[in-house]
Nanobody
Framework: VQLQASGGGLAQPGGSLTLSCVAS????????IGWFRQAPRMEREFVAR????????YYSRSVMGRFTISADNAKNTVSLQMDGLRPEDTGVYYC???????????????????WGQGTQVTVSS
């Protein structure tokens, strides 16, 4: 499985960005696709995840109600719509695949076997 993340950039506080993660290779509908982020000098943080089937979206408390994750199998893409951006959303965003797909372990980066290269998101006025 290979992942290509894109869509990062500079946004003002309150603005929006949409990240995309294009997957190639053999992906089961039971696999989970997750988004993580890492700010400078901070640990990697779980953001959101969804099953490749497009079900079971799950969010961190910090982004719930502002971010929306979705899957489009026809385009082999998982998207992260980010609205109401805040400066604390700044970081490098990574998408990853968890072949186990269990929601109980969704927040743990170690559950994910495949990772994309990351895309930078900067929220600043």
């Amino acid at each position: 499985v290979q992942l290509q993340a894109s869509g990062g950039g500079l946004a003002q506080p309150g603005g929006s960005l949409t990240l995309s993660c294009v997957a190639s290779g053999s992906i089961s509908s039971s696999y989970a696709i997750g988004w993580f982020r890492q700010a400078p000098r901070m640990e990697r943080e779980f953001v959101a995840r969804i099953l490749w089937s497009g079900t079971e979206p799950y969010y961190s408390r910090s982004v719930m109600g502002r971010f929306t994750i979705s899957a489009d199998n026809a385009k082999n893409t998982v998207s992260l719509q980010m609205d109401g951006l805040r400066p604390e959303d700044t970081g490098v965003y990574y998408c990853a695949v968890d072949t186990g797909g269990r929601i109980a372990s969704a927040r743990w980066g170690g559950s994910y076997e495949y990772w994309g290269q990351g895309t930078q998101v900067t929220v600043s006025s």
